[in-house]
């Protein structure tokens, strides 16, 4: 009686093929393979830049890892800081119809040189359920690992804190223009960004209160008196009330 195998059930997995076994027998299923699509991004500042060292790297891991290339999207002579850039506006429609499972990038500064937009595309890429990596510099964003799990936490603080940032130089800049104006030097010695060196904030309507006084007197609606006033209705409201 011949030997049998000493583990009941025993599935092992070879390259497309699964062979199962059993005391009583083992037979051969083939399964397809769906292969891993992805696509690569490289980018160089200049025109007499270029992205053959990139492209070179990145297609040699992506055939080390099994992986099918679904697109290559080059930037040639696009500065990391302009948020318009075809192949990466490209890249990120193409993600948003899942034409590739993750982009991969030779460094970082490849992808953005703006932390803000940096941040923003990856965390889209990640909504769309798009890894992102950088071989070279150990980084992806796949959820499966911990690591990936933390880099997108480190992304969502860093975009937080960018967002602080700004809102707090918007603040600082507003409460200074303010300040300026209050003491006459807009229009003088400085200028707003528009060249109209307006107040801060929206301006006052101006529009005839009194008369707005004896519609209202009268019994018409505050939708009318606006109408009327040529103003929106919480305005004449407030007018009114206040």
Wanted: proline share 4%; with cysteine.
């Amino acid at each position: 009686m011949p030997d049998q195998p000493g583990v009941e059930g025993l599935t092992r997995a070879i390259t497309n093929s699964v062979i199962f076994a059993d005391p009583l027998h083992s037979y051969i299923v083939k399964v397809s393979a769906q292969p891993y699509q992805i696509a690569i991004y490289a980018r160089v500042s200049t025109d007499d830049q270029r992205c053959e060292m990139q492209l070179t790297e990145l297609r040699e891991y992506a055939a080390r890892c099994g992986w099918t290339i679904a697109q290559e999207y080059i930037d040639q002579g696009y500065s990391g800081t302009k948020a318009d850039r075809p192949a990466l506006t490209r890249l990120m429609k193409d993600a948003n119809m899942k034409r590739f499972a993750a982009v991969i990038v030779w460094k970082l500064d490849r992808f953005g040189r703006s932390v803000r937009q940096l941040v923003s595309n990856i965390q889209r890429l990640d909504e769309l359920g798009v890894r992102f990596l950088v071989p070279s510099q150990s980084i992806d964003t796949d959820h499966k690992s911990p690591t990936g799990r933390l880099m997108m936490h480190i992304l969502a603080a860093v975009a937080e804190f960018e967002r602080d940032l700004i809102r707090e130089r918007v603040n600082a800049g507003l409460t200074d223009y303010r300040h300026d104006y209050t003491r006459g030097r807009v229009g003088k010695e400085r200028h707003s960004r528009s060249g109209k060196d307006l107040a801060v904030g929206r301006p006052r309507k101006i529009f005839r209160r009194d008369q707005a006084a004896k519609l209202r007197a009268l019994g018409q609606s505050w939708r009318a008196i606006a109408k009327t006033m040529g103003v929106p209705v919480t305005t004449v409201r407030r007018a009114l009330n206040g």
